[in-house]
């Protein structure tokens, strides 16, 4: 640009770009021109303007060069966007201010100001307005200003003792304010005195509020703040409704009484199963800036209820928590609380828990799991944290037991439980103990904590051992939780270990089952006598040896499977020798043969022959050899071949189905020389057959088939 002077006159223009530099702002461009005459008197500066893009900032300005240093201001704005400036939203603004004063010896202005056919993120705004300013004055105020279906108004002063500022805002669109709230808000009142010593007087009302995932139906609250050296101050608060999730209060009630050093809240909150009463009673600290007091009750009657046995000293302010020891009675629970301090992000705190039902946490899970437990635990813990993190929380066994839930409960037959978590400089150790009639088991773990963004954690890069061996009589509760329609049991050992960093830890161990069963007496589904050994070594499992033994014959089964994520595979091979799969006095299947499943690349790949002895009424020994291929895609599973053969007769197919909402689905597949009569006691055919078939399972399976039989036959008909 250019910079001129001549004859006491000033002229500058040019264009001028900004970078992106600070959070959120864009490169824009500024055109500018400016003419201004330097007197002995006064400063005039005769025209100011500034472009960008469609937006323009006219301005005319004085300043008298004297004590009072008056001023004077007029300047107009029209098409602004403050989105092409930065991280805000489209807006439209176009405005009118006037400004009128002095800068010694105390500034003051006189300022008036319109805003016409303007909008901000979609909304309209609009205004008009004039008032006197100092820095602790307002004077002569008469402002409006609309924002959509939001209206706001302040009429009058404030500042001096006698100054009445009155204020009514009509807020009945707040989404248009924010987008995370919802609701109308009725807002009157007034606000005098001076800013050391205000008096406030305010009524608000409000329908259908949401705000930080809480809703209110209707919220009444009443201020009213008397002025003095200690502000006397009356504040009711009435809410209806107020829902935050699945929890839902009746009525929540606030009351607020006294001064401001000096005063005594009540609480108290309604639903069905909830009827808590709270009082406090202390005063605002201007010294330390901190609330301190007295939990004076703390008590809620209905389903979950407790009580709090003594009263509690309490300061809270910012980064300041301050709660004095005390003890709540919890139903059947008993909690003692030493004093909790939090200062400036170190917190102390210790305390312990006795008689806990493990029945009742059980109950406030959503889908609780079909255990009936008589378990009682207690807990106990003892914690510093501000440099470094030290200190324990153990949790131990009082009494009772688990059992999963049936016509005969199958109990764990628990001795001991204990879990313990311990850190000394940062070193976090845990130790997990669980005896009992049907398991035994023990384990620790250690790692680092670290703090990070003023929180502590454990990293992913945090160093992670383990270790842990886990003994089982019976299996028999543990299958039950799965599914109770078939009886599955056996004896487990499990050693794991691991080692590595918690975001990549490097796992090793072995496991082995004996006299493994399942049993299905209705169907007459029996295996028995089953052992399995496997070893793992971090994301591969090698399973050396898996049998086990029908009423008769027995199936085996090895192999290897790969979890990495870059290269997950799995090769294995199985036998069945006279294997009675289902054995009763009649029907009866007994099968034998073998083959290969194998899985690489989400390549699914099955081959191998199949034999069924007599058995079933009427069914003849028949031999079936099989292959198939399938692809596991993350949108599509695709069976690529399925092929059965048995004698001359062979069926071939081919499908997918889409892994979405609706699991669509295709089938097409083909039959050729089948004759039942090798099956069975049926007629001898030889059925040709294609078949078609597209739909979907969900919400309601639907589809549509064709197929066409050609030179067929049954019982020598064609």
């Known amino acids: 640009g250019k910079l001129g002077y001549k004859n006491n006159i000033v002229s500058l223009e040019g264009r001028l770009s900004a970078d992106p530099g600070r959070a959120g702002l864009r490169q824009t461009d500024f055109q500018f021109e400016a003419r201004a ?21 006219r301005a005319s300005a004085t300043l008298d060069r004297d004590e009072r240093l008056g001023f004077s201001l007029d300047g107009s704005l029209s098409r602004f966007d403050a989105s092409r400036f930065g991280d805000f939203a489209q807006s439209d603004v176009n405005a009118r201010l006037q400004a009128r004063g002095n800068l010694r010896p105390e500034w003051r202005a006189a300022v008036s100001y319109e805003l016409d056919r ?46 009445t500022l009155s204020f009514t805002l009509d807020a009945k669109r707040l989404d248009q304010l924010d987008k995370t709230l919802s609701g109308n808000v009725q807002a009157s009142g007034t606000l005098g005195g001076t800013i050391k010593q205000p008096a406030i007087k305010a009524d608000l009302k409000g329908r259908a509020i949401a705000v930080a995932g809480v809703a209110v139906d209707t919220a009444q609250v ?3 703040v008397d002025r003095a050296d200690d502000p006397v101050i009356r504040a009711q608060a009435r809410l209806q409704r107020v829902k935050r999730g ?28 909830v009827e808590l009463t709270g009082r406090f009673g202390g005063g605002w600290d201007k010294a330390r800036r901190v609330w301190s007091g007295t939990i004076v009750q703390f008590d809620n009657k209905g389903e979950y209820a407790f009580e709090m046995k003594r009263a509690a000293a309490l300061e809270l302010g910012p980064n300041h928590l ?91 037959g628990l001795n001991e439980l204990r879990v313990t978590l311990r850190s000394v400089a940062n070193e976090l150790t845990a130790e997990t103990v669980l005896r009992g009639a049907q398991i035994n088991a023990q384990g620790s773990a250690q790692t680092r904590l670290a703090k990070r963004d003023g929180k502590w954690g454990v990293p992913g890069t945090a160093p992670h051992v383990l270790t842990s061996n886990v003994k089982m009589q019976s299996m028999r509760p543990i299958a039950a939780l799965a599914i109770r329609s078939v009886t599955a049991d056996g004896e487990l050992k499990l050693v794991l270990n691991a080692n590595g960093t918690v975001a990549k830890p490097q796992l090793s161990g072995n496991v082995e089952a004996r006299n493994l069963g399942i049993e299905q007496a209705a169907n007459g589904v029996l295996f028995k006598d089953g052992l399995l050994r496997a070893t793992f070594s971090d994301d591969l499992l090698n399973l050396t ?37 289902v054995k009763r006095p009649a029907p009866q299947l007994t099968v034998s043969g ?37 692809e596991i895609g993350e ?46 006691d049926f007629a001898q055919s030889d059925i040709n057959a294609r078949l078609q078939a597209r739909g979907n399972l969900r919400p309601e399976w639907r589809a549509a088939v064709s197929y066409e039989l050609d030179r067929s036959q049954f019982a020598g008909v064609p």
């Open 322 to 412: 301050i709660i004095g020891a005390t003890e709540v009675d919890f139903s059947q629970t008993e909690i003692k609380l030493g004093e909790t301090r939090y200062e400036d992000g170190a917190l102390q705190t210790q305390g312990s828990v006795s008689g806990v039902r493990a029945a009742r946490v059980l109950a406030l899970m959503k889908k609780p799991p079909q255990i009936e437990s008589t378990l009682v635990l207690g807990a106990r813990w003892e914690i510093r944290t501000n440099d470094t993190v030290d200190g324990f929380i153990e949790l131990t066994r009082s009494s009772g037991d688990i059992a999963i839930a049936g016509e005969e409960p199958l109990a764990l």
């Open 545 to 581: 040896e898996f049998t086990i033994k029908g009423a008769q014959g027995e199936f085996n089964a090895n192999g290897r499977v790969s979890m990495r994520k870059d290269s997950r595979s799995a090769d294995l091979q199985w036998t069945a020798r006279k294997l009675a799969v």
């Open 222 to 224: 009443q201020l009213q």
């Open 635 to 680: 949108r599509r599973v695709l069976i690529e071949r399925l092929i059965a053969r048995s004698g001359a007769a062979q069926l071939r197919a081919s499908a997918t189905l889409d892994r979405d909402e609706r699991l669509g689905f295709s089938l097409d597949g083909s039959l050729s020389r089948f004759d039942a009569s090798r099956f069975g």
């Open 118 to 163: 303007s909008q901000f993120a979609g909304v309209p705004l609009a205004g008009r307005g004039k008032f006197e300013l100092s820095p602790t004055h307002l004077q002569s105020a008469d402002v409006a200003l609309d924002y959509g279906a939001n209206k706001l108004k302040l009429t009058g002063s404030f500042g001096n003792r006698d100054d």
């Open 37 to 57: 005459e330097i007197g002995e008197r006064r400063v005039l500066i005769e025209r100011l303007i500034a472009r960008s893009g469609a937006a323009q900032l």
């Open 594 to 630: 073998g083959g290969k499943l194998g899985y690489k690349n989400n390549i699914v790949s099955l081959e191998g022959r199949l034999g069924a002895d007599p058995g079933l009424a009427g069914l003849r020994q028949t031999d079936l050899q099989f292959e198939s291929r399938a």
């Open 246 to 273: 699945e929890r839902t209060l009746d009525s929540v009630a606030v009351d607020v009484d006294g001064t401001l050093g000096n005063h005594a809240l009540q609480l108290a909150a309604t639903a069905p199963d």
